[in-house]
């Protein structure tokens, strides 16, 4: 079993960033995620990092903005958001141990995370 907790989200301006971190407790070695979901839309794909950090994986709308990135030592994977913009508002999942290789879809995903609010006002 792995327990997700996400930290991190708030209110801020447009152009402005925010770091999102996730803390696991229970088994290792898996890959994690980042998914959100915006009132009134489906879950979507935000980005995803193997176990050993070598790979990462994000959906278009983020590239060049947002990082993925985790700290094995300390069992928590993080998300820097930059140039954040009023399209990035929503609630925002931490996920863990995909099956097989599929990182960018949610039902893949066996542990999942509270969420945790990002708010973007322009």
């Known amino acids: 079993q792995v327990q997700l907790v996400e930290s991190g989200g708030g209110l801020v301006q447009a152009g402005g960033s925010l770091r999102l971190s996730c803390s696991a407790s229970?088994?290792?070695?898996?890959?994690m995620g980042w998914f959100r979901q915006a009132p009134g839309k489906e879950r979507e794909f935000v980005a995803a990092?193997?176990?050993?950090?070598?790979?990462?994986f994000y959906a278009d709308s983020v590239k060049g903005r947002f990082t993925i990135s985790r700290d094995n030592a300390r069992n928590t994977q993080y998300l820097q958001m930059n140039s954040l913009k009023p399209e990035d508002t929503a609630v925002y999942y931490c996920?863990?141990?995909?099956?097989?290789?599929?990182?960018?879809?949610?039902?893949?995903?066996?542990?999942w995370g509270q969420g945790t609010q990002v708010t973007v006002s322009s």
């Open positions: 996920a863990a141990d995909p099956r097989s290789s599929y990182y960018a879809t949610a039902t893949a995903y066996n542990y």
């Open positions: 229970g088994r290792r070695n898996y890959a």
């Open positions: 990092i193997t176990w050993s950090g070598s790979s990462t």
